[in-house]
């Protein structure tokens, strides 16, 4: 089960790619919607629309990758509270252990 940390990392990481998409996403759809201006006519707008089903699929991925991140933040938490509880009960199985063979030691004396 990998560790918290690497979870927040592979977090960071899904929000960072998140992240780069999104720009590079608004500068493609500002750069087609500039053609506008100069590309008149069907073929102008055929190449816009055919770019919009793009835009819709990529902004798609994106609220997956939202998720993603959401989700992996959220199994941060389940995990270090399974790591917190599973360090008390070991410690707890040590404390009891400790106190028998104080027990048994003081009753050989």
């Not at 493609?28 to 793009?54: E, F, K, L, P, V």
Request: net charge positive; no cysteine; glycine share 6%.
């Amino acid at each position: 089960m990998p560790t918290p940390a690497e979870l927040r990392n592979k977090a960071t990481a899904v929000n960072t790619a998140s992240g780069n998409i999104r720009r590079e996403a608004n500068a493609y759809r500002n750069q087609m919607n500039g053609t506008a201006d100069w590309w008149q006519g069907d073929a102008g707008n055929a190449i816009r629309q055919s770019y919009s089903a793009i835009h819709a699929d990529v902004d798609r991925l994106l609220s997956k990758l939202d998720t993603l991140k959401s989700r992996l933040n959220g199994l941060v938490g389940e995990v270090q509270r399974a790591d917190d509880e599973r360090r008390r009960k070991a410690e707890e199985a040590r404390r009891l252990a400790e106190e028998k063979r104080r027990r048994e030691a003081a009753a050989r004396k």
